[in-house]
C-alpha cells in the first residue's frame, strides 16, 4: 500500500472507520471501538490489513490463522471467520471477495500506521524549509499515534512479523529524527531521558549514541559523554569485533576540542 496517496476517509454511508496496529489491533467505528474478543478474528484482521487494498488468498489466509496445522474444516472455517468479521464491521463491502481471494478495502488515512507515514513526511518536509519548531511538533504528532509494539497482540504470522519489524523501524528512524531537530532547538536536556533508555534497549544503534553524547555534551555533562564513548569502544570491540563509525568518532573528537559536537557531526 502507498501511504500519502489519499488521506480521505472512505464514504461508507458517512461511517467513519479507524484501524489501529501500532500497538494491540483495535478498529472503531464512529469513535466506537468494535468489540473483536476472539483472537482468530484480530488475527484474520491483521492479515488483511497487512495487504490492504490488495487480495490475499484462501490459502495465505489459512496459513496465518493455522500456522502449525489446519482442521480439516480450514476453509469452511476460514469463511464463517470473514462472516463474523464483517459482522463486526457492520459494513459488508469492507471485505471483499473475488478469484484471488479476500480484499480488505480501506485507505491510509483509516490506518494509524498510514496517519503516521503521512506526518513524518510532512515533518520531514517542513524540516526541509528550516521550520524545525512546527517539524519537532509535526513528528511528536506522528509518534503519538502509537501505543505500543506494532500488532502487539498478534504472533507467530509471518506476513504481520514483516510489518511489524518495519513499522518498528520507521518509528525508530522518526525519533531519530526529531531528537535531530531538538538537538538543534538546544533542547538538549529535554532529550537526554529519552535517548539513555533508547540505547539501553538498542545498544548497537550508533546514531542514537551519538545524539546522546551531543545531548550529554550540550548539557554540561561532559566526562559522562566521553564516558559513554568509551564503553561504546568497549562493547563494539567485545561484541562485535569493530569500532566505532566515523559519526560518533567525529562527536568524540569535537568533544575532546571542546567545539561544538553538532556542528562537527557526520551527516546521515
Known amino acids: 500500500m502507498v501511504w500519502g496517496a489519499n488521506r480521505k476517509r472512505m464514504d461508507h454511508g458517512g461511517i467513519v472507520f479507524e484501524f489501529n496496529v501500532l500497538g494491540p489491533v483495535t478498529v472503531r467505528r464512529d469513535g466506537v471501538p468494535v468489540p473483536l474478543r476472539a483472537a482468530m478474528l484480530r488475527r484474520l484482521l491483521a492479515v488483511l490489513i497487512c495487504s490492504a487494498g490488495q487480495p490475499v488468498s484462501a490459502d495465505e489466509l489459512v496459513d496465518a490463522l493455522w500456522p502449525d496445522s489446519p482442521p480439516l474444516t480450514a476453509r469452511k472455517t476460514l469463511q464463517v471467520y470473514v462472516v463474523r468479521l464483517r459482522r463486526a464491521l457492520t459494513d459488508r463491502d469492507r471485505i471483499g471477495h473475488g478469484p484471488a ?3 480488505l478495502a480501506m485507505t491510509g488515512g483509516e490506518l494509524d500506521a498510514g496517519r ?8 520531514r518536509t517542513v524540516r526541509a524549509t528550516g521550520d524545525a519548531v512546527t517539524a519537532a511538533d509535526t513528528y ?10 506494532p500488532y502487539a497482540d498478534i504472533a507467530g504470522v509471518t506476513v504481520v512479523d514483516c510489518a511489524a519489524r518495519e513499522w518498528a523501524e520507521r518509528r525508530l528512524a522518526a525519533i531519530q529524527e526529531r531528537t535531530d531537530v531538538e538537538l538543534a532547538l538546544g533542547r ?41 564513548y568509551r564503553s561504546t ?16 568518532e567525529s562527536v568524540h573528537q569535537a568533544i575532546l576540542s571542546g567545539t561544538d559536537p553538532l556542528l562537527a557531526r557526520v551527516p546521515v
Open 101 to 103: 481471494g479476500y480484499t
Open 116 to 123: 503516521f507515514a503521512e506526518l513524518v513526511t510532512l515533518a
Open 140 to 149: 511528536g504528532r506522528a509518534l503519538a499515534l502509537w501505543r505500543g509494539r
Open 188 to 228: 538538549h536536556v529535554e532529550v537526554v531521558p529519552q535517548l539513555s533508555g533508547l540505547v539501553g534497549r538498542h545498544p548497537y544503534r550508533e546514531r542514537l549514541r551519538e545524539q546522546l553524547m551531543i545531548a550529554l555534551y550540550r548539557s554540561g555533562r561532559q566526562v559522562e559523554a566521553l564516558e559513554l
Open 233 to 248: 569502544c568497549r562493547l563494539f570491540a567485545d561484541e562485535l569485533g569493530l569500532r566505532p563509525g566515523p559519526g560518533l
